[in-house]
Protein backbone atom coordinates (compact mmCIF):
# COMPACT_ATOMS: atom_id res chain seq x y z
CA UNK A 1 0.00 0.00 0.00
CA UNK A 2 1.43 3.24 -0.72
CA UNK A 3 2.05 6.47 1.83
CA UNK A 4 -0.72 8.26 2.31
CA UNK A 5 0.24 11.64 4.48
CA UNK A 6 -2.16 12.94 7.23
CA UNK A 7 -3.86 15.76 5.01
CA UNK A 8 -4.26 12.39 2.37
CA UNK A 9 -6.09 10.24 4.69
CA UNK A 10 -8.47 13.14 6.31
CA UNK A 11 -9.28 14.18 2.59
CA UNK A 12 -9.99 11.09 1.79
CA UNK A 13 -12.48 10.60 4.56
CA UNK A 14 -13.98 14.05 3.80
CA UNK A 15 -14.55 12.90 0.30
CA UNK A 16 -16.17 9.45 1.82
CA UNK A 17 -18.07 11.53 4.20
CA UNK A 18 -19.49 13.53 1.01
CA UNK A 19 -21.00 10.61 -0.68
CA UNK A 20 -24.18 10.99 2.84
CA UNK A 21 -26.78 13.19 1.17
CA UNK A 22 -25.75 16.00 3.68
CA UNK A 23 -22.01 15.66 3.00
CA UNK A 24 -19.70 18.32 4.67
CA UNK A 25 -17.82 20.98 2.68
CA UNK A 26 -14.38 20.90 2.41
CA UNK A 27 -12.67 23.21 4.92
CA UNK A 28 -9.47 24.07 7.08
CA UNK A 29 -11.74 23.82 9.91
CA UNK A 30 -13.49 20.70 8.81
CA UNK A 31 -10.01 18.95 8.89
CA UNK A 32 -9.46 20.07 12.34
CA UNK A 33 -12.81 18.23 13.52
CA UNK A 34 -12.18 15.16 11.65
CA UNK A 35 -8.41 14.85 13.26
CA UNK A 36 -10.39 15.56 17.05
CA UNK A 37 -12.73 12.62 16.06
CA UNK A 38 -10.37 10.04 14.30
CA UNK A 39 -6.18 9.43 14.35
CA UNK A 40 -4.61 9.53 11.00
CA UNK A 41 -5.29 5.55 11.24
CA UNK A 42 -8.57 5.51 11.76
CA UNK A 43 -9.20 8.06 9.03
CA UNK A 44 -7.26 6.11 6.56
CA UNK A 45 -8.94 2.71 7.62
CA UNK A 46 -12.56 4.57 7.21
CA UNK A 47 -11.91 5.18 3.23
Not at 12 to 31: C, D, H, K, M, V
Not at 35 to 46: D, G, I, P, T
Amino acid sequence: MGHITTKDAYKSLEERINWFTQGAPASETFYNILQVLFSEKEASALT
